[in-house]
C-alpha cells in the first residue's frame, strides 16, 4: 500500500477499502457487499439491537454496524456458524411476533423475510407466541399492524431525527418491549404524522402501511421475489415506496 492509498480491510477475502470513522457495514455496502442487517439504515445512526449484522473481526464476534472498520484486519461475515446464528436470531423474531407472510401487504418487500429466505429458514422452530396486539386503524391514510414490528426503532429515529416529531416510541423493557405511538390517546389519528414523513417509508417490514394502496404490485414482481437480498445493489435504495 502507498502512503496515499486508503486503509483497507478484508471481507471474506476481499480487499474493502474505507474512510476512517466508517463502520465496517457502512464500508462494505459501499463496495457492493452484503452483510446481513435489519435495525441498520445507511441513512441513520447505528442502534445496534438486532445482532443480524454480527461478524468476526480477527476471530472476535462484532456487531457490523457499530464496529469502525480498522486497516488490515480481517472479517469474516458468510460463515456456516454465523449464517446459523443470524438464523436463529430470525426465527426467535418470527416467533415473537405475528407474521403471516402470505397475507402480509410487504410480502417481496420485507427485509426480514427476505433475509429468512437467505439464511436458509424453512419455519419457525422455536414454538410461536402468537401476542395479542390489536391494529391501529384509526388514522385516515395509515394503518399499523403491530403483529410484525420487530422493534428496529428505525420509525422512532425517523421521526425523531429528520421529521423532527416524536410520533413513535418503544416502551417497555425485555420481552415486554413494545411500539407505542406517542400521543396521548395512543392512536396515530391524535399524532401530527403528515404525508411525506420520514417514519412513513422505513419500517423494513409491514406495519407501517398505506392504505388504499394494497398489493399494488402482485407478490411475485416485488424487489426480493426478483433477487434475493444478498443479489440487491447495496446499500439497499431508500425504502420511499416500498413497491419495486
Ligand atoms: Fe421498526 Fe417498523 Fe417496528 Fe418501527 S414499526 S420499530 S420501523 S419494525
Ligand atoms: Fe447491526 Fe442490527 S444491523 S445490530
Redesign the pocket.
Known amino acids: 500500500m502507498t502512503d496515499t492509498a486508503p486503509p483497507r480491510f478484508t471481507l471474506d477475502g476481499d480487499e474493502v477499502p474505507f474512510t476512517p470513522g466508517e463502520t465496517i457495514i457502512e464500508a462494505a455496502a459501499r463496495a457492493g457487499h452484503w452483510i446481513a442487517h435489519l435495525?441498520w439504515h445507511p441513512d441513520f445512526a447505528p442502534h445496534g439491537s438486532c445482532r443480524v449484522c454480527q461478524v468476526e473481526v480477527d476471530g472476535r464476534a462484532v456487531t457490523a454496524c457499530t464496529t469502525r472498520a480498522r486497516d488490515g484486519q480481517h472479517v469474516v461475515n458468510r460463515s456456516a456458524t454465523l449464517d446459523a446464528m443470524r438464523k436463529t436470531l430470525l426465527q426467535m423474531l418470527f416467533v415473537e411476533g405475528n407474521h403471516f407472510c402470505p397475507s402480509c401487504e410487504k410480502s417481496g418487500n420485507c427485509l426480514l423475510q427476505a433475509t429468512a429466505y437467505e439464511m436458509g429458514m424453512e419455519g419457525p422452530h422455536f414454538e410461536e407466541f402468537y401476542p395479542d396486539r390489536p391494529v391501529d386503524a384509526s388514522h385516515p391514510d395509515v394503518l399499523?399492524d403491530?403483529n410484525?414490528?420487530?422493534?428496529?426503532?428505525?420509525?422512532?429515529r425517523?421521526s425523531r431525527d429528520v421529521d423532527g416529531k416524536h410520533v413513535?416510541a418503544?416502551g417497555g423493557h425485555g420481552i415486554g418491549a413494545r411500539?407505542l405511538v406517542d400521543s396521548a390517546s395512543g392512536r396515530l389519528v391524535d399524532t401530527d404524522i403528515a404525508p411525506g414523513d420520514r417514519a412513513l417509508e422505513?419500517?423494513?417490514?409491514g406495519?407501517?402501511l398505506p392504505k388504499r394502496r394494497g398489493f399494488a404490485v402482485p407478490i411475485g414482481e416485488r424487489r426480493f421475489d426478483a433477487q434475493p437480498v444478498s443479489a440487491q445493489p447495496h446499500p439497499l435504495p431508500s425504502t420511499k415506496d416500498p413497491r419495486p
Do not use: Q, S
Open positions: 435495525c399499523l403491530f410484525r414490528c420487530i422493534l428496529c426503532e428505525l420509525c422512532v425517523a413513535f418503544i411500539l422505513v419500517c423494513p417490514v406495519v407501517i
